[in-house]
């Protein structure tokens, strides 16, 4: 069990899937920086591909994604025109030299899309990008889903699969707007296992309306029966001022700050016994799972993705606001999927914003991957003030250990690790973002 330190636990803090994170993006960074920056990916660079399809058949309330409905079938020819056009400009920057390894679609949910339209758009991405059987992981929405998807999911041979499923519980679904029967998960993950997807992950939810402990138990307890090769255990966010849709759930209804922690420690402590291995602060794994095996032999990752074991450096974000990642420069395309279709038709990147990766940020980047991802890092050469005494803070409660100049968390440190990173994030205390509770 850990221990409760709600002292420690008092201040949002960025998720780090990047740094400097999105908060930090702006529009000093444009599609001049992009361009130059896909002209001079060096010859046979592994790339990463990632596609967002900001669609769904229904929108969730909780859900902080850039997404709409996807009720007009006009809506997504259109924006399936504007990706077209988008991996021909990117491509052709790139030249040819880099080398696609992977390919993810998330959203939104792909499959808001039709089968066929799905099956157009990843020829045009391996013709496009010369893409010699890339990895392809899905973003799955189990309430819309077709059979015709299931073979589409084998002729392709998507690897990765993900399930948003958040809760079991009819009365947390109803709260939330996503209401989907434990038998349709159920037989979509065999359907998907027989459609040959190799590692399916579970996106679920702790911290939401009319859910306590023995509600989430009870829902891990039936993902966990599954035996999905990962698990996510997010905590829900609830900040309506920043995502709108989320003023439809009951903020009455929301578990209180201890009932949270409570949750999160009940839910690592349930995965670890049912055989899951930790990896990172929400992630789960069983120990075959390539994310389990990166985190053991200490190549975790983490990215605008989450964690994984994907080590690409560089990776092309495609569709409205994708993030693409290059080991100078962070870009994002507009957020606005009607401004971002314009101006890819006027044959313009939609870079809207960005980043540039200095030599600072790339050192504090580092420590706080490190830390996230390995629970260990190389301390600064000279500690801050503030990090001095945040750092003694942690160590005076047995979290964390430093000597020799290594920083390392100790096994009860795991719902403090992002409160410990944002020490060695000098920009924390000017951001304008709104960032999650730690836990």
């Not at 021909?88 to 040819?96: D, H, K, N, S």
């Not at 899905?138 to 998807?149: A, C, G, K």
């Not at 359907?191 to 702790?206: E, I, P, T």
Request: charged share 25%; net charge positive.
């Amino acid at each position: 069990m850990w221990t409760y330190y709600p002292e420690l636990l008092r201040d949002p803090v960025p998720r780090y899937t990047s740094y400097p994170t999105a908060a930090d993006f702006d529009g000093r960074v444009d599609a001049a920086a992009y361009a130059e920056a896909l002209r001079h990916i060096p010859p046979d660079t592994p790339l990463s591909l990632y596609v967002h399809i900001p669609f769904c058949e229904e929108i969730c309330w909780y859900c902080g994604c850039n997404t709409a409905r996807s009720n007009k079938r006009s809506r997504l020819s259109a924006y399936l025109d504007a990706l077209q056009r988008e991996i021909t400009l990117v491509a052709g920057l790139i030249g040819g030299r880099g080398r696609v390894k992977r390919i993810s679609f998330g959203g939104g949910s792909p499959n808001a899309l039709d089968p066929l339209d799905f099956v157009r758009l990843l020829g045009d991405l391996t013709v496009a990008f010369k893409a010699e059987s890339p990895l392809i992981s899905l973003e799955i929405d189990p309430r819309h889903f077709s059979r015709d998807w299931l073979s589409v999911i084998r002729a392709a041979k998507v690897a990765n699969a993900s399930l948003g499923v958040q809760s079991f519980a009819p009365v947390v679904q109803k709260a939330i707007g996503r209401v989907q029967p434990l038998d349709l998960v159920q037989l979509l993950a065999r359907q998907l296992r027989d459609a040959g997807v190799r590692s399916l992950n579970f996106d679920l939810m702790y911290g939401l309306p009319h859910q306590d402990r023995s509600i989430l138990k009870e829902t891990l307890h039936q993902a966990a029966d599954m035996l999905p090769d990962r698990i996510a255990l997010f905590g829900y966010a609830h900040v309506p001022s920043v995502i709108p849709r989320q003023r439809r759930i009951d903020a009455t209804a929301l578990p209180g700050e201890a009932e949270r922690f409570a949750m999160a420690c009940m839910g690592h402590d349930f995965l670890v016994e049912r055989g899951y291995q930790p990896v990172g602060f929400d992630h789960f794994a069983l120990p075959h799972d390539p994310l389990a095996i990166a985190a053991r032999e200490g190549r975790l990752n983490r990215n605008f993705q989450g964690f994984t074991d994907d080590r690409a450096e560089h990776l092309i974000g495609l569709g409205a606001s994708a993030i693409s990642e290059f080991p100078g420069l962070y870009v994002q395309n507009a957020k606005n999927a009607g401004h971002y279709r314009a101006t890819v038709a006027d044959g313009r990147l939609a870079t809207e914003r960005g980043v540039v990766r200095d030599s600072a940020s790339k050192a504090c980047g580092q420590i706080i991957k490190d830390i996230l991802c390995h629970g260990e890092a190389r301390l600064p050469a000279a500690l801050t003030a503030a990090q001095s005494e945040g750092l003694e803070e942690f160590a005076r409660r047995g979290l964390i250990s430093t000597a020799s100049g290594s920083l390392r968390l100790k096994p009860d440190a795991a719902p403090y690790a992002r409160t410990i990173a944002a020490l060695f994030d000098p920009r924390l205390a000017r951001k304008t973002g709104s960032f999650s509770a730690p836990i």
